[in-house]
């Protein structure tokens, strides 16, 4: 699925999980819905230090990722060699924030590690009805 951009209300909770965590990393998989990255999955058992964040890639439940996130707690938001290997097995739109975690402090990179373009998305979220389990 080709990804036409990312919910605003999306990436505003981006920034906020990674500020809220800094100095630690911030790390998850996008989902997206009908072309628009709308979600973040956090993986169980994923690992945060100041230096990196692991994602347990074995624990990511039967469905396909439209790439992943991570924080940076300075304002370097190049990607490293590690990051680099991780963009390869999950999706083409991988998202690194940085200090200070704001509307202009995040980049998005394609599966090589190339910077590329993701429009920011203003969209009304449909509400899900709940089921009852009685």
């Not at 036409?4 to 906020?16: C, P, S």
């Not at 707690?73 to 940085?98: Q, V, W, Y």
């Not at 402090?105 to 089921?131: A, Q």
Request: glycine fraction near 6%; aromatic fraction near 8%.
């Amino acid at each position: 699925m080709e990804i036409k951009g990312i919910a605003r209300e999306t990436l505003h909770f981006i920034l906020e999980a990674s500020r809220s965590m800094a100095p630690l990393e911030f790390a998850g998989l996008l989902q997206e819905k009908d072309g628009v990255i709308t979600e973040v999955l956090i993986l169980p058992g994923t690992e945060s230090s100041n230096k990196s964040a692991i994602l347990r890639l074995y624990m990511l439940p039967n469905i396909k990722a439209a790439g992943s996130v991570h924080s940076h707690p300075g304002p370097n938001r190049s990607p490293s060699k590690a990051d680099r290997r991780l963009f390869s097995k999950t999706g083409d739109c991988h998202i690194i924030a940085g200090f200070p975690y704001d509307k202009k402090s995040w980049t998005c990179y394609d599966r090589t590690g190339k910077v590329r373009k993701l429009p920011i998305l203003d969209l009304e979220f449909e509400e899900e009805e709940e089921e009852e389990f009685f």
